[in-house]
C-alpha cells in the first residue's frame, strides 16, 4: 500500500482559509469513511482533528472541517490562526484492518 | 484521564532486536472496541503505521515489516510490547503508541484518539 498523497505545503494568511487534499485509491479513501486528519506541531505527538470523514472530537474548534469526494478526501482549516500552523497528516482505513497515512502536509501561516 | 507512554532503548546497534512498551491508564484492553497500535515517524518524515492488537489478542501488521514485528499485550498491566528484529539505521524514528477505536463490532482500525508522546530510537553503531 502507498502513501496517501497530500501536498507538501500550504500557506495562508490570518483570518483567511486554507484546504489540504488527500488523494488515495478506490482501495481505501475511496472506500471507506474512515479518513481522519491529525495536526502535529513540532515535537510534539499528533492530535486527532477529524474522524469518519468529517467528525470533530470535542474539543476541535468548528474551524476544522473535512469532507470527502471519491479517492479524495479535503481538509479546509477556516480564519486561519497562528496557532494552526504545524504538520497536518490524512489517515485511512487501507483494508485488511490495516492503516495508511499521508505524506503530511507543512501549513505556514503568513 | 487516558494517557499512554512508550518506554525503551535510546539507541541500538544495527542487527539487533528492538523492544518498546506502551504502559497505558485511563482505559483498559479488555474493552470492546479498543485497541494499541504503534506507530513510527523518522526524522522530518511522515508517520507510518506498524501494528496493532486488540482484546481478543488480534494482532495486525504493516505488510511491509510483517516478518520484524512482534506485539503483544498484557491486560493485567496495561502494558503493549513491540518487538522489531534485525534493526537498521533506517529504522531511526520516534515510535509512537496510541489508543485505536474499532469500527463498532468489527476490526476495522477507525481513528487513534490517544497518543504517547513518542520514543525516540536511534540506530547506530
Known amino acids: 500500500q502507498s502513501a496517501l498523497t497530500q501536498p507538501a505545503s500550504v500557506s495562508g494568511s490570518p483570518g483567511q482559509s486554507i484546504t489540504i487534499s488527500c488523494t488515495g485509491t478506490?482501495?481505501?479513501?475511496?472506500?471507506?469513511?474512515?479518513v481522519s486528519w491529525f495536526q502535529q506541531h513540532p515535537g510534539k505527538a499528533p492530535k486527532l482533528m477529524i474522524y469518519?470523514?468529517?467528525k470533530r472530537p470535542s474539543g476541535v474548534s468548528n474551524r476544522f472541517s473535512a469532507f470527502k469526494s471519491g479517492n479524495t478526501a479535503t481538509l479546509t482549516i477556516s480564519g486561519l490562526q497562528a496557532e494552526d500552523e504545524a504538520d497536518y497528516y490524512c489517515?485511512?482505513?487501507?483494508?485488511?484492518?490495516?492503516?495508511?497515512f499521508g505524506g503530511g502536509t507543512k501549513l505556514t501561516v503568513l | 484521564q487516558v494517557t499512554l507512554r512508550e518506554s525503551g532503548p535510546a539507541l541500538v546497534k544495527p542487527t539487533e532486536t528492538l523492544t518498546l512498551t506502551c504502559a497505558f491508564s485511563?482505559?483498559?484492553?479488555?474493552?470492546?472496541?479498543?485497541?494499541v497500535s504503534w506507530i513510527r515517524q523518522p526524522p522530518g518524515k511522515a508517520l507510518e503505521w506498524l501494528a496493532l492488537?486488540?482484546?481478543?489478542?488480534?494482532?495486525y501488521y504493516t505488510t511491509s515489516l510483517k516478518t520484524r514485528l512482534t506485539i503483544s499485550k498484557d491486560t493485567s498491566k496495561n502494558q503493549v510490547v513491540l518487538t522489531m528484529t534485525n534493526m537498521d539505521p533506517v529504522d531511526t524514528a520516534t515510535y509512537f503508541c496510541?489508543?485505536?477505536?474499532?469500527?463498532?463490532?468489527?476490526?476495522?482500525?477507525?481513528?487513534?484518539?490517544?497518543w504517547g508522546q513518542g520514543a525516540l530510537v536511534t540506530v547506530s553503531s
Open positions: 496510541a489508543r485505536t477505536v474499532y469500527v463498532w463490532g468489527t476490526s476495522r482500525p477507525n481513528y487513534f484518539d490517544h
Open positions: 469518519e470523514v468529517d
Open positions: 478506490s482501495s481505501d479513501v475511496g472506500s471507506y469513511i474512515l
Open positions: 492488537i486488540d482484546r481478543d489478542d488480534d494482532k
Open positions: 485511563g482505559f483498559s484492553l479488555s474493552t470492546s472496541g479498543l485497541c
Open positions: 489517515c485511512s482505513y487501507g483494508g485488511y484492518s490495516s492503516v495508511i
